[in-house]
């Protein structure tokens, strides 16, 4: 049974997973991109390279706005968060040798004692954001119950990851769920707030751009 | 600094709201709502809504929020969740309570400043999401009551504050009068077909400041401008149906005001000192006219001082001594970039200027704006204590010595004067124009 499970996550599932986040981001940006026309064209005759990219690029820079620099602790740790996020899944050793083992291609990958370090980050930055929304009382007020599960499939497979690879009691088990739990954050990235990810380029750029090319101002 | 209590703030008696909730029911919200929301809800919409990760990094961009001890109700994002979350949530099923408070938030929590979007990282523009909840309220016909007369007042006379034709003609032969003891050729030239200049102001000019008129006249002549004023209704540049969401209106009184500067075959408009009408002129009205861009030039009061000392058409006879600060008001800086313009003025103009902190694009709103002035005295005392953090900004300038504000926009100047009465702050108000005005070589005769 357990064997069987494993085959279905490790082969039919990351199919699936991997079409749902792709299919699904494309259909997200392509549908939003259909409304826009039909309902905001306006965007379009607004909407500026230059200014776009020249916003993006402040934002995409650690303190490159005026809030980032007024508060250096979240700034800091939404940046690791957001890089050992994405960096540990995609140069993990496992994670690279699986790619290599089924399609034959492979890239630079991260000693494990590295990838150790950065789980351990992301889990603990998960933590941070949680603590954040408990105590600081806008943030409460913002939050809803989809906040906290979002950050919990976020450090599920991060956790799972760690305690599968240290063979820790019931390893097996937290393999399964490793897996499952990454490929379920996957799938969730276009359907839920994890889309910032695929807007963020067009609002951010539309507003650089409403900023920049209309109003003659920064917007960082 | 004096205290208040929570019903100062919230839950505010009006008119406008109140009698309009009345004759709503459920129902009827839904429908409207429904229909708004399929017709004009669009990608934008959309995208704002579902991309906030809820962070609450806007919070601290909002003078409301600082003002209010950071009550989390004053946030950004927590007026969009007290409003459209909801709203679409329940795919517009909501209660007639729930619109009367979704109505305070939108009308007189916030001044639809845009700072909030140059804090949060996704840059969501939460202007436009209480622009759009204003559009609800106003398709509800529910909008506090002093805005709305003035929003009645554009539809029956194209302008601001119920001006009949023959007034404004009066008020502007009656400034000339007045000028021409100071100079004898002095003109306020009326219907002047291809002038260069066609000058604009807001309604409240001829009704309450009359004497702006009589110094931009003195401004004009000093300089040597060739310009104009219409007769006609087109004169008003003001626009407080771009804040009650009546989007329709908008367009007409922008088209009136643009075909009155082309009949007259005008080379560009300049603007009288006014924020929120350079955002309608230069920023809204075109667009729901289908241009882009203004359809011809188009020039705040700023840049236009700025060219004539640039251009060296002023000359300064005496400088202005007072140490002064300036207040960067939102809709000419962050929405329009004049901020060193104005501080070109300033140079050429005072001796000691001082600069407030934040200041250009971070400056803080001065709470009168986005219609939150106009929707009169029952909110004054909102607006002030949701401003604290802008006395506290000019007392710090204050204490660096600086004795009068210059605040180049009428609404920022109303709310301006409000906060330092209210925060015993004792300095002068200023417009830029009044201080051209006292330090140039305005060519009187030698007597
Ligand atoms: C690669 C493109 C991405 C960009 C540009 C991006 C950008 C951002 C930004 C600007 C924020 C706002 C607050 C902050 O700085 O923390 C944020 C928050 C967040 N992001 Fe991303 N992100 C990306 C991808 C992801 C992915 C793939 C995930 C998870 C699967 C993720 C999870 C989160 C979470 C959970 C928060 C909220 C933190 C909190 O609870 O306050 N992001 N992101
Ligand atoms: S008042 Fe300004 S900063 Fe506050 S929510 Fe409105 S637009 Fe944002
Ligand atoms: S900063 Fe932006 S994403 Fe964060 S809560 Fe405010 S509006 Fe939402």
């Known amino acids: 049974m357990t064997h069987e499970i494993y085959a279905f996550l490790r082969g039919p599932m990351v199919w699936i997973s991997l079409t749902v986040f792709l299919g699904g981001s494309v259909y997200r940006l392509a549908s939003m991109w259909r409304l826009a026309k039909k309902k905001d064209a306006v965007i379009f005759h607004y909407i500026s390279v230059f200014y776009s990219l020249r916003s993006l690029l402040h934002w995409v820079s650690p303190f490159g706005s005026l809030n980032m620099r007024k508060n250096p602790a979240m700034t800091v740790i939404a940046f690791i968060f957001h890089v050992c996020l994405i960096a540990t899944p995609v140069f993990l050793s496992a994670h690279v040798i699986l790619v290599k083992e089924s399609w034959d291609i492979s890239w630079w990958w991260m000693p494990d004692h590295m990838a150790d370090l950065l789980t351990v980050i992301v889990i603990g930055c998960c933590l941070f954001f949680a603590g954040r929304r408990i105590k600081r009382p806008d943030v409460r007020y913002l939050t809803s119950v989809s906040d906290y599960l979002i950050l919990a499939a976020i450090a599920a497979p991060f956790i799972t990851g760690l305690w599968a690879y240290h063979q820790w009691p019931a390893f097996s088990a937290m393999m399964l769920l490793h897996m499952a739990s990454a490929e379920i954050l996957l799938m969730m990235i276009p359907f839920t707030r994890l889309n910032h990810m695929l807007f963020f380029p067009f609002t951010r750029g539309y507003m650089g751009s409403e900023f920049g090319a209309v109003k003659n101002a920064k917007d960082w | ?447």
Not at chain 2, 108 to 128: H, Q, V, W
Not at chain 2, 291 to 305: D, G, Q, S, V
Request: proline share 5%; aromatic share 8%; hydrophobic share 35%.
């Open chain 2, 1 to 447: 600094m004096t205290k208040h209590s929570v019903t100062d703030v919230i839950g505010i008696p009006d008119e406008g709201i109140d009698k309009g909730a009345e004759k709503l029911t459920p129902e009827k919200i839904t429908r409207v709502i429904r229909k708004l929301l399929d017709e004009e809800g669009g990608a934008r919409l959309k995208v704002y809504m579902e991309t906030c990760v809820h962070c609450g990094l806007c919070s601290e961009a909002c003078h409301f929020y600082l003002s209010n001890d950071n009550d989390p109700k004053f946030a950004p994002a927590g007026k969009v969740k007290q409003t459209l979350e909801h709203i679409i949530k329940k795919k517009g099923k909501v209660s007639v309570a729930f619109m009367k408070r979704a109505c305070e938030v939108a009308f007189t929590e916030c001044n639809l400043c845009r700072r909030c979007s140059m804090y949060c990282p996704f840059g969501i523009d939460i202007a436009y999401l209480m622009l759009f909840v204003r559009r609800i309220c106003h398709r509800l016909g529910m909008v506090p009551q002093y805005i709305q007369d003035t929003a009645h007042s554009h539809s029956a006379t194209m302008n601001q504050m119920w001006v009949k034709e023959d007034e404004w003609i009066d008020t502007l032969q009656w400034q000339e009068d007045e000028a021409r003891d100071e100079i004898p050729d002095l003109r306020i030239p009326l219907e002047k077909p291809g002038a260069d200049v066609f000058y604009s102001v807001i309604g409240p000019e001829p009704k309450f400041r009359a004497q702006l008129i009589y110094q931009a006249a003195v401004i004009m002549h000093a300089a040597g401008v060739d310009w104009t004023m219409p007769a006609t209704p087109g004169w008003d540049n003001s626009d407080m149906c771009m804040y009650t969401g009546d989007q329709e209106m908008v367009a007409r009184l922008k088209k009136v005001h643009f075909e009155a500067a082309m009949r007259l075959k005008t080379k560009r408009i300049v603007m009288g000192e006014c924020g929120h009408a350079f955002r309608s002129v230069y920023d809204v009205g075109n667009r729901l006219l289908g241009w882009k861009m203004p359809p011809l030039r188009l020039m705040h009061a700023l840049e236009f001082y700025y060219e004539l000392f640039r251009d060296k058409k002023l000359t300064v006879k005496q400088k202005y001594e007072v140490p002064v600060t300036l207040h960067d008001p939102c809709n000419v800086v962050r929405g329009g970039g004049l901020h060193e313009m104005a501080r070109h003025v300033i140079g050429e103009t005072c001796t000691e200027f001082i600069e407030l902190h934040p200041n250009r694009e971070h400056n803080y709103c001065c709470s009168a704006g986005g219609g939150v002035i106009n929707c009169g005295p029952p909110y004054a005392k909102k607006r002030v204590i949701g401003n604290r953090v802008k006395a506290e900004q000019l007392a710090a300038a204050k204490a660096k010595g600086a004795k009068t504000i210059i605040a180049p926009c009428h609404n920022c100047h109303g709310g301006l004067e409000d906060i330092v009465k209210y925060y015993e702050l004792d300095m002068e108000i200023k417009f830029l124009g009044d201080i051209i005005y006292e330090c140039i070589d305005k060519g009187q005769p030698e007597d």
